[in-house]
């Protein structure tokens, strides 16, 4: 899908925000907020053509937009910046890798605490869950139902197996949404990665997952 620079900038806004407040964003407020030399009525029209070709949707509680799952998409493969991991952030990995090791199911409890994830590690033989408990901190799970499911999957260790068996890949695999070919998850996105050969881990959150700063965490493991 093309996009000009102006409907690009405008998504990338859209989604940052999002991800960051969880709150539906109007054409005033991006014109307030983002320095994108553009006034509202513009930012308006931009984010009308946007909602057209299925890139961001209205919600029912309120008149701004949010992300779609191809708004997402699009996001993530064409406009995502990677996270620029601080110093500090950089000093406390490596000090958890050095004091901890290197096993799988560390790396996924440190990705868990680092990202505030629900996080699953997987080899041949286990498989271990870390930060089931942290989507109690997301607005998304203030839907009762919602958060009924997602406990009840996470009791379900053979379909969990089931789910992150199909995205194994050598690389970072990111499924957003209805990308997810299993019911159970298609309100969340999932982060799958082989991680050196020990195994599996996935990160599983809600749609407006911060991907940048996860993919950087990955890439930083992968790496050292």
Not at 106 to 128: A, E, F, Q, R
Not at 184 to 193: H, I, L, N, P, Q
Request: proline letters at 2%; charged letters at 30%.
């Amino acid at each position: 899908m093309f996009l000009d620079e102006r409907k690009k900038r405008i998504l990338q806004a859209i989604v940052n925000d999002y991800v960051k407040f969880a709150e539906p964003i109007a054409s005033k407020i991006i014109a307030d907020k983002y320095d994108l030399d553009l006034s509202s009525a513009t930012i308006r029209n931009e984010m009308a053509e946007l909602e057209e070709l299925g890139l961001i949707e209205k919600t029912h509680t309120s008149s701004g937009r949010v992300p779609s799952d191809l708004g997402y998409r699009y996001y993530v493969d064409s406009l995502m910046d990677y996270y620029d991991v601080s110093n500090e952030e950089l000093t406390n990995l490596a000090s958890y890798l050095e004091g901890c090791g290197k096993m799988l199911t560390d790396i996924s409890k440190m990705l868990s605490g680092l990202t505030h994830y629900t996080t699953i590690s997987m080899d041949k033989n286990d498989m271990v869950l870390y930060g089931r408990n942290n989507v109690f901190d997301y607005p998304e799970f203030r839907d009762i139902e919602r958060l009924r499911k997602f406990m009840y999957l996470m009791e379900e260790e053979e379909r969990i197996r089931e789910i992150v068996d199909s995205y194994t890949n050598t690389d970072i695999t990111i499924r957003i949404g209805e990308e997810n070919n299993f019911d159970e998850v298609k309100d969340y996105s999932v982060v799958t990665f082989n991680y050196k050969d020990e195994g599996t881990i996935a990160i599983i959150g809600p749609k407006r997952m911060d991907y940048s700063r996860v993919v950087s965490y990955i890439r930083y493991l992968l790496d050292n």
